[in-house]
């Protein structure tokens, strides 16, 4: 499945943005899609991941209650939208699916396709 993401952008501490992922290539609506982030110098982190009916989601305590994932599998489309920014917030943010059933939802490793990745910068 190929994978592009969007909505990145520079925004202030306390600000909002939201990302999209849209999906081609396979069948959208049985696969999980998830979230990770990946600082400089730092290794890929998650951020969230939805069930592939939209009905389960887990997120990272770091982003909890500030962050949503949604998707919309008419749309072929996985949004995250991510509410109270913070400088720690800045990252490189990648959508991922493929995921391999019976490992963690929440490591890098358990999902086969990845994005490109859009760049959110949030300032002091």
């Known amino acids: 499945v190929q994978l592009q993401a969007f909505g990145g952008g520079l925004v202030q501490a306390g600000g909002s943005l939201r990302l999209s992922c849209t999906t081609s290539?396979?069948?959208?609506?049985?696969?999980?899609m998830g979230w990770f982030r990946q600082a400089p110098g730092k290794e890929r982190e998650f951020v969230a991941t939805?069930?592939?009916?939209?009905?389960?989601?887990t997120y990272a305590d770091s982003v909890k209650g500030r962050f949503t994932i949604s998707r919309d599998n008419a749309k072929n489309t996985v949004y995250l939208q991510m509410n109270s920014l913070k400088p720690e917030d800045t990252a490189v943010y990648y959508c991922?699916?493929?995921?391999?059933?019976?490992?963690?939802?929440?490591?890098?490793?358990?999902?086969?396709?990845w994005g490109q990745g859009t760049q959110v910068t949030v300032s002091s």
């Open positions: 991922a699916a493929d995921y391999r059933v019976g490992y963690s939802t929440v490591v890098a490793s358990a999902y086969d396709s």
């Open positions: 290539g396979r069948t959208f609506s049985s696969n999980r």
């Open positions: 939805i069930s592939w009916r939209g009905t389960s989601t």
